[in-house]
């Protein structure tokens, strides 16, 4: 059997959660109470937020710290901490502002006019251009060429003719657009924090923040001090979360004081003339000098912040982790994110993402939609966001093999754990395999700060389902940590084709990909262009390609064709998405590349909607499934040779029935991380095939494995989809009680009622939070044969059942079937079921509006069901 499989199933499994702790100054005994909590969860890690914190790395935070350090020593936990005072990542604990403000985020800067000539001898206001603090680096003129503003590519430069406030030019005939190119630290974003392109200004944050942490817990570093996680640090040089792209939004551009000879180099030219085309249309190098604008910066970036902080880590024992802001396509971008996701998150011990704010929802997989987050791109966050943070934990030895995931956070009361097991099924089928829940929170209730809060002070009428989800995902990560992924092909990460003109995202390709059950990762163009190709298939860490997916782009870096065609030559199969590149990002020459690649015998240019039939042209397919399911999800691990397969129905409503087809010739089984269980199942053998009927209700997951010891802990696979249509259960009268979600309360008789209905319903309970509880006799003519199950129909939203006084289970999502067999009796039956509705009715928080509340109750129809 393999290992991993033995130690979930013997209850050995490691922990692959750490949740956000947070931190207000709370009394000890509450400090305590809220660990217990978390082990009682079944998670052996948590995150301390110091962000609602008055008084971090103070007298009172060292305080707290050693109370919350003790009890994790007492309980065998670990402890991370976010590495800074408040959310994002970047003050320095202030240390910038009251220490070292030299050492603040500089911003470069464009002011204009326009001016027509000619006009001799005319002289021009500069100061008036000019902010405090501000320093020149140029004047230029450019002549205007259209009506909409932009400018030819010879300026001149007028830096020599400024005498004290005034600049002196005679104007040539003619429009012209006069540029003021300025270092400043005004009109950026978040003043005061650290600068990332400059590794001193880097350094303070480990200075006030790393260093003052090890000096007073050193001995518990690498033990029960686990390490740091940094919050969305980023370029900072605007507010804008989205839409920060080069050249496409006007902005101050992050910068330091010796950036413009680097720029030089990286250039391949003197650059000064060519800055206005960091804003401006300049015509043929406007795109080149962005280009090599984002390639020098998101290099600084890398090497200044994230590579410095992981490196201090590593010398001390402890892991680096954290995410920056990945939404709707801004890991690509400035602003607040870092301009490319893999460069600002390589010195990291783990790749790591976050979804919050309903960025994420059941059924948006293709369009936009208003979220908690302003809006949420449908197709980027089902699409791009979990492969991108899975691709980087798979390609990165560093990583080996891990992608954490921020999840739950802000989505409102209106979240309980059906929604947040599907969020993390979502997750898992695509590569993440470690979670940062988000929050527990100590703070009185109600405590108004991005809930749900999983504890919530006891008033969480859905906590003790909790662990539930919990003790699921620790065991489905145990199973895919420490082995090998198996893709069908490398797609090429986008961020330099966005600096280059116009662009196809990866979201595009992959949609069409997954939909048709194509695993792949999202590759950048730095590991590209190191990774070797053997056999004709493009090795990287311990993950290997069969084929290179490049989506469409105006332009490729030259050292990225130059790659290509290597790779091509050396077998590998290569679809170009819709069309070749015109040109080249840093805009050289690549005709002679770009021919070779057009004649290529392994090169294809497909259209995006054929992708899916070109790599099946390839017999690049590694899952296979009848019919087309598009909302089917699948997810292939390796433990030596030992499979895991993973599928999930990310469909909200739609039920999937298919056959689906895996590369093994042994005996399949399924296991059940809810009830920690392996059966056998029935499956068909032809040659190193097997097949199997793959039948999942809407959000229902399933893991596949042929590792076994030849015997299974539960006997054959009793599915849902096996049992027959059912007949109505015999009740005659449900009698139904209330416990409202308040710590104390006890069960009240509410009514009894024939029918089953939504209780929402403004004559019910329009209001009720808590647990509804249904007691009637169950009347069986007589006991059928074989085994029996009860099915609740629809469900708001957690179940658990009783018959005659034996527990019969927990569902916290679909289906809400329960196997009765062992303790139904042959004639009456003493039935009870306890449905567990979220806060949302309650509380009815501002977060809550983005999403409509669930039913409320019991809703059925309630059946009894046999095998068919």
Known sequence: MNNRLHDVLTGHNGNYILPFFWQHGEEESVLREEIARIQESSIGAFCVESRPHPDFCGPRWWHDMDIIMDEARKRSMRVWVLDDRAFPTGSANHWIRDKYPELARIFLAERHMDVVGPQPGASILLSRWLKEGDRIVAVLACRRVDYAGAVDGNPVDLSARIAGDLLHWDIPAGYWRIFFIVETVHDGGWKDFINPLDPKSCRVLIDAVYETHYQRYGADFGKTFAGFFSDEPFMGNSTGYYDCSIGRKRMVLPWRRDLLPLLDAQFGAPSLLALPGLWHDIGARTWSVRYAFMELVTRLYGESFCNQLGAWCEKHGVEYIGHIVED???????????????????????????????????????????????????????????????????????????????????????????????????????????????????????????????????????????????????????????????????????????????????????????????????????????????????????????????????????????????????????????????????????????????????????????????????????????????????????????????????????EVRTTAFV?????????????????????????????????????????????????????????????????????????????AAVPGSEFAHFRDMRELANLCHPSMLPDFSGTIRYEATLQMESKPEGRIWLDLGAVGETAEVWINGHHAGVRISGPYIFDITEVLAQRENRLRIDVTNTLGYRQKDDLSKFHPLDSVGLIGPVMIRTLA
Request: proline share 6%; aromatic share 12%.
């Open 328 to 654: 709707n396509g801004a890991h690509a971008r400035l602003g607040m994110s870092a301009g490319h996701f893999f460069r600002s998150m390589w010195g990291q011990h783990m790749s790591g993402l976050d979804v919050v704010l309903w960025q994420l929802r059941p059924g948006f997989d293709r369009h936009r939609f208003i979220s908690a987050g302003e809006f949420g791109d449908g197709e980027f966050y089902h699409y791009e966001l979990g492969k991108l943070g899975a691709s980087l934990g798979h390609i990165d030895p560093k990583k080996k093999g891990r992608t954490i995931c921020e999840v739950y956070g802000a989505y409102g009361w209106a979240e309980g754990v059906r929604l947040m097991k599907w969020i993390t099924d979502h997750m898992l089928v695509r590569g993440v395999n470690w979670f940062v829940p988000h929050a527990f929170s100590p703070r009185e209730f109600p405590d108004p700060d991005c809930p749900p809060h999983f504890f919530a002070r006891g008033h969480n009428p859905q906590f003790r389902y909790f662990r539930v989800l919990m003790e699921y995902a620790n065991r489905i990560c145990h199973l895919l940590n420490g082995g090998r992924h198996v893709a069908s092909a490398a797609v090429l990460y986008h961020a330099e084709m966005e600096w280059s003109g116009d662009y196809m995202p990866v979201k595009q390709p992959m949609r069409v990909l997954m939909q048709a059950q194509f695993d792949a990762d999202i590759v950048p163009a730095d590991v590209l262009c190191d990774a070797s190709v053997a056999e004709g298939t493009l090795e990287i860490a311990a993950e290997s390609y069969p084929c290179l997916i490049v989506p469409w782009s105006q332009r490729l870096p030259r050292r990225v064709l130059e790659a290509v065609r290597l790779h091509a030559d050396r077998g590998l199969r290569i679809a170009f998405v819709n069309s070749l590149p015109q040109g080249s990002g840093e805009g050289v020459d690549a005709s002679e590349v770009l021919g070779y690649l057009a004649h290529s015998p392994h090169v294809a240019i497909v259209p995006l909607e054929k992708l899916a039939e070109q790599l099946d042209a390839w017999g690049m397919r590694d899952v296979r499934i009848g019919a087309q399911e598009p909302y089917l999800r699948c997810y292939h691990y390796m433990h030596g040779k030992g499979n895991i397969w993973m599928y999930f129905n990310e469909h909200p409503a739609a």
């Open 663 to 739: 590369g093994t010739g042994a005996p399949l089984f399924c296991y059940d991380a809810f009830a920690n269980a392996l059966c056998s199942m029935e499956s068909a053998k032809d040659g190193n095939t097997r097949k199997f009927a793959l039948n999942l209700a809407p959000g229902e997951a399933m893991i596949v494995t042929d590792s076994s010891d030849g015997t299974a802990t539960a006997g054959p696979l009793l599915h849902w989809s096996m049992l027959n249509a059912g007949a109505p259960a015999a009740i005659d009268t449900w009698r139904i009680s209330i416990k």
